[in-house]
Every structure is written in C-alpha cells, then in structure tokens.
C-alpha cells in the first residue's frame, strides 16, 4: 500500500513540474489526449450507426 501510495505522489509531483516548467507542451499533451478520445468516440459512434 505504501508503494502505491509514493507512486501516486510522485506522479502527481511530476505533473506539476510539468506543468509549470512547460506550460505549452502540457497543454499539447492533454490537447492531443483529448483529440484521441474524441476520434474513438466518434469511430464508436460511426460503428454503430451503420449495424442498423
């Protein structure tokens, strides 16, 4: 449980490094993230429509 526990943290610590250290790669990272949810959303959506 500890392990986790510091995995976490660190982690968490990493982000925020990130994220003040590199603002506008941070913001490509979750921008593409974002783009790559959207398209399989969209590929799912696509699937389904043409069962019927």
Excluded: C, E, W
Aim: charge should be positive; avoid cysteine; hydrophobic fraction near 55%.
């Amino acid at each position: 449980m500890q392990v986790k526990k510091a995995l976490s943290y660190s982690a968490i610590a990493f982000v925020a490094f990130y994220l003040f250290t590199r603002p506008g790669d941070a913001a490509n990272a979750v921008r593409g993230a974002m783009d790559t949810v959207f398209n399989a959303a969209d590929s799912l959506a696509q699937f389904v429509s043409h069962l019927s």
